[in-house]
């Protein structure tokens, strides 16, 4: 191929056949392609996700409740295969008309309330409970700041390096640059914060290192787009790495990072979660591993 | 070129030649590169920005509550001219450490606090004031997740499709082809709730609106990234139209798009916004256009 004189149409049209990896899932029309409802278990909080980064946000942050006593946080974790499309569903969609995981059902209240986008979730959840959200403004104002830099931040790395990087059916020099670029800056904004303070929004670990923790913190261990880590330099940012090792020691955050994963060894996976007994469970038989 | 024999070298440097129109200011570090303080001007809050549809945002906000009566939404708007880098001043850092517009100082409490990512700043001053956002759980939690659903959308319109459509040095059809049809999809998802509800959040204009307006307003109207609009087959999306045309109607809007303006029709933009009185004074010669 020779992209050098590609010269785009001057209307665009879908085609299929050129989407790399997840051809099957990304769709430029929005909306459910098939009606199916969602199950609803005992719980006040229904959860709908899978064990990608983003989803790993809404489970880490439940678990985190509960460990701390809020027993008002129980929830059912129920898996959403993105390969298989349970995203398009009409039960999803009504849910989360973006078809993205996580999505929640907060049944908790007198109505039920929808809340989609993994940083609603955080902010939800952290509000209803009064948790892991600084109270004083200057506080919260720094917390919703480093929150907001994380949702604006991750499609770089994630839809932006990993899938040029990693994903995409062939390698891109200006666009691996691009984005190596970018994932090494935000790695850099966030080296230099977690120098001069223990946690993104100050002393206090909240929502805003729930949601960044679970990209840089796999990025930083290696253990997401291949050699990734040895190809951007990550061991660089010191100060990221003392603050991924300090989470990554929370036991609510090693529970959360299991739920809805459907892959990987049997020992760090549970597919669904009801309750807090399931991951005493999780070597068992009855749970396999999933196709995705 | 020949980008299908491209492999990754396995470890990421720097070239500083690749880098596209952006290439002066896009950096794989973070922090300052050289030492000035910002302006400070009168009132309670200091917006440092530009008017990008990021940028906006802040901007048709404050108008929007000086607009509703809020008198304490009074801000002095400074021009951060990010083609000449003042988004690396150490001033500029201290307040975002991400180097990006728009980015607040809000000193109308006992201590300063400073807010960045336009997300935050959005919610930060809809708190205070308690405008623009449903105070009921249900609606403040819809307004939340289409605030998120922008925050995590815009990197795929901006930094995806309109750097691949349009500012890259060359096209490439895999990465137009992946962004496109996001962008579509995004469209499509707006176009589906605001064919069921007036606004994203649901009756009542709120940050969400603002948010998702000055992003989708731009390219549907045809002023961002050339013929994006012809492209993407954006008059296919009529309920987003109905829903620009009315957030274009907004007297408020229509100030808040002006300010920070550098460039354009001279009765089109307003570098610095102090008063209320600097919009009937934006034709005079003492505003010159910028650089930018």
């Given at each position: 191929m020779s992209e050098a004189e590609y010269v785009p149409p001057a209307v665009w049209t879908w085609d299929k056949a050129n989407g790399g990896q997840f051809a099957s899932i990304n769709r430029p029309i929005a909306g459910p392609t098939h009606d199916k409802e969602l199950p609803v278990g005992k719980h006040p909080f229904q959860l709908y996700s899978l064990a990608t980064p983003n989803g790993q946000k809404a489970t880490i942050l439940f678990e985190e409740l509960l460990g701390a006593g809020h027993a008002g946080a129980e929830y059912d974790a129920w898996l959403i295969n993105i390969g298989q499309g349970d995203q398009f569903s009409s039960g999803f969609v009504a849910i989360n008309p973006n078809s993205k995981i996580p999505a929640l059902l907060d049944r908790s209240g007198p109505e039920p309330i929808r809340v989609f986008e993994s940083g609603a979730i955080l902010l939800h959840l952290a509000e209803k409970f009064g948790?892991?959200?600084?109270?004083e403004a200057k506080g919260r104002a720094e917390c919703l700041s480093w929150l907001m830099w994380q949702m604006g931040s991750a499609p770089f790395m994630g839809g932006g390096f990993g899938h040029f990087y990693h994903y995409a059916p062939f390698k891109i020099e200006y666009a691996i640059d691009r984005y190596a670029m970018e994932t090494k800056r935000l790695f850099s904004v966030a080296d230099r914060r977690l120098g001069e303070a223990r946690f993104l929004a100050g002393d206090d670990y909240s929502i805003a290192d729930i949601a960044a923790y679970v990209w840089l913190g796999n990025l930083y261990r290696g253990?997401?787009?291949?050699?990734a880590a040895t190809f951007l330099s990550l061991h660089e940012y010191a100060n990221v790495g003392r603050w991924v090792a300090e989470i990554d020691a929370r036991k609510a955050v090693q529970r959360g990072r299991m739920v809805n994963r459907g892959q990987g060894p049997l020992d760090q996976?549970?597919?669904?979660?009801?309750?807090?007994s399931d991951f005493d469970l999780r070597t068992q038989d009855k749970l396999e591993p999933a196709e995705s």
């Open positions: 948790a892991f959200i600084p109270t253990e997401a787009y291949g050699d996976q549970l597919r669904e979660r009801h309750d807090a």
